[in-house]
């Protein structure tokens, strides 16, 4: 069982994904899948802080919120 919080460090085996549209310079969220079915979302900025854990349909609604343009305006 993986709680929130978790340092990302310690996810060891994982593998962290992140947009091709991230800024070269790190600034990006990473995703990863975690062996119980869920996903671990931590800062690039800080590849050894905190991971966030989320379900998979959570992770889902999310991807779905974004590609909606239900977030646009945290960009501006």
């Given at each position: ?35 119980n079915g869920a996903v671990a ?27 909606d343009g239900e977030f646009t305006s945290f960009t501006a």
């Amino acid at each position: 069982m993986y709680r929130n919080g978790i340092p990302a460090n310690s996810l060891e085996g994982v593998t962290w994904v992140k947009s091709r549209r991230s800024a070269h310079e790190g600034n990006c969220v990473e995703l990863a899948a975690l062996s119980n079915g869920a996903v671990a979302m931590r800062n690039s900025r800080d590849p050894q802080g905190p991971a966030l854990i989320y379900t998979r349909a959570e992770i889902a609604a999310f991807i779905s919120g974004a590609s909606d343009g239900e977030f646009t305006s945290f960009t501006a």
